[in-house]
């Protein structure tokens, strides 16, 4: 398994999901958020069964799908970095588009 490490960038969008849906659910917000950090953590186990970023379109930036929210990660030898967590339906991030 390699190891997971969250960018400053993905702790931030984690922090803004949870405060978005805490508006509404405060309790859902926190198990949403532990879906998604799971998700990752699964992507660990495999770092290559994510797909490419079509956006990127390079072999060490991939991402995983949980209903919809996109999970970017960049594979790295022995981890993965977590970029950013977004919904699917926003673009990526422009200052992804080249995650050297």
Request: glycine share 4%.
């Amino acid at each position: 398994m390699s190891r997971l490490y969250w960018t400053i960038r993905a702790r931030r969008d984690l922090r803004e999901i949870r405060a978005y849906i805490a508006r509404d659910d405060p309790v859902a917000a926190s198990k949403w958020v532990d879906r998604l950090r799971k998700r990752a953590r699964v992507a660990a186990s495999t770092p290559l069964a994510g797909r490419r970023v079509p956006e990127i379109a390079r072999d060490d930036v991939r991402e995983v799908i949980l209903r919809g929210y996109r999970i970017v990660y960049r594979t790295l030898a022995d981890s993965i970095h977590v970029l950013s967590v977004f919904e699917g339906h926003r673009r990526l991030p422009e200052d992804l588009t080249d995650p050297s």
